[in-house]
């Protein structure tokens, strides 16, 4: 299902994508009130239970079971002025070690039932060099040095947004019920702060973090790159695709196309770190609508990320500091996800069967021995008031103790 075919009109989109559908949220609500627990104690399950019933259009919901982690790959020839502590080219290398199974992304997918997938838009190595199906959709080799030249052609970027979109009719179409949007790139996070501060209009310090552990000497040197970045993308704010044709790359244009294709779909996503947040800012401005679409999984201390949701208004669920990308950190707050689909789905309903058995009267328990008074006597050990309920006033002198003789009077100490 594309949404263009010849024209391409991003416009289209604004007056497209809907809002997830309110009235079942509101029922998840409902139903969450009727299952006769204490209200709010469930916390932010309940949260998701309600956006999950919307944007899957039913409630109770269905169980979120064919998860998948949707990676997007490119190089970034702003790596070359050693912005990172990624070596330029070192992508081809981390594609390999997620298709080999041994990347940390790989490891909790499997942990956790996630599907992976890799999508090569622009990784530096050569078309042969992994299995079968990544390579397809690739746009280039690399990108330029967006602090002095673009990082794609336009048409490269439409080419890259429209592969975007058709990877999102493929994940739809396969039945995938929710996608976990991360990337793989050396640079990235410099590409991505760019676009952040040019949209919200921050300076390059305030968008500047240290993305794969660089120290201060290259975070000045990042600070700089994301500075002159800045110039070359402020001109060409008021369109999106010149501006990731500009400033950002084709890993960020399709990703932006994916974005927006799911919220058309109406795929949930949940993000994961600056970069998908990057682009879903971007998306926003395409589709003002399309954030509802998607829920970020966690905060990863960068502060571009942080202002970009800001911007959208979108609370990470977690809040973990991973920040390797890969779709790490999203796939950290999966089980949350799934964990509030089954609950809205299989708790039962309150019902006059779970109130609590009438007819047990408080006179019933005193006929056992256990009066209420009877504990506020000291000394006096439960087993002896079930023995004698009438209590230690009944007793005579032989059992109230050797604090006293036959006659009542105390007797003399030694005695």
Not at 26 to 39: C, F, I, S, T, V
Not at 83 to 104: E, F, K, Y
Request: hydrophobic content about 45%; some cysteine; overall charge negative.
């Amino acid at each position: 299902m594309s949404t263009f075919d010849d024209a391409f009109d991003l416009d289209e989109f604004s007056a497209l994508v809907a809002r997830p559908d309110d009235e079942y949220r509101q029922a998840a609500e409902e139903r969450w009130a009727a299952l006769g627990h204490p209200r709010g104690s469930l916390g932010q399950l309940q949260t998701l239970g309600g956006w999950l019933a919307a944007v899957q259009g039913q409630c109770p919901t269905r169980p979120v079971d064919r998860a998948k982690v949707v990676l997007f790959a490119a190089d970034h020839g702003i790596a070359q002025l050693g912005v990172s502590a990624l070596p330029p080219g070192s992508t081809a290398r981390q594609v390999r070690r997620v298709l080999d199974g041994t990347a940390p992304v790989s490891v909790l997918a499997r942990r956790y039932g996630a599907q992976v997938r890799v999508v090569d838009m622009g990784v530096d190595a050569e078309p042969d060099a992994f299995p079968h199906g990544v390579s397809d959709r690739r746009v280039r080799r690399g990108s330029g040095r967006i602090d002095i030249e673009d990082a794609l052609t336009r048409e490269q970027a439409e080419a890259a947004f429209r592969a975007g979109m058709a990877v999102a009719d493929e994940e739809a179409d396969s039945g995938t019920d929710l996608v976990l949007l991360g990337d793989l790139g050396a640079g990235s996070t410099t590409v991505a702060a760019v676009l952040v501060g040019a949209l919200c209009g921050s300076d390059a310090a305030a968008v500047t973090g240290r993305g794969s552990g660089i120290d201060d000497r290259v975070w000045m040197v990042k600070c700089a790159a994301i500075r002159d970045s800045l110039r070359r993308a402020r001109p060409v704010l008021a369109d999106q695709l010149d501006l990731l044709a500009a400033t950002g790359g084709a890993d960020f244009a399709a990703m932006t196309g994916f974005l927006l294709q799911c919220a058309l779909r109406r795929t949930p996503v949940l993000l994961d770190g600056v970069v998908s947040a990057a682009c879903a800012l971007v998306a926003q401005r395409i589709a003002f609508r399309a954030p509802e679409w998607w829920r970020a999984g966690q905060a990863t201390g960068e502060p571009a990320q942080t202002k970009a949701y800001e911007r959208m208004s979108i609370e990470p669920l977690l809040d973990q500091r991973v920040s390797l990308g890969a779709g790490t950190g999203a796939l950290m707050a999966l089980p949350l996800l799934q964990a509030a689909s089954t609950l809205l789905a299989e708790l039962p309903l309150a019902g006059l069967e779970d109130e609590p058995a009438k007819g047990v009267e408080a006179e019933g328990f005193a006929a056992e021995g256990f009066a209420a008074e009877g504990f506020a006597v000291e000394g006096i050990a439960a087993e002896d008031i079930a023995a004698d309920p009438a209590g230690p006033e009944s007793a005579g002198p032989e059992s109230a103790g050797s604090d006293t003789d036959g006659s009542g009077n105390d007797s003399p100490a030694g005695a």
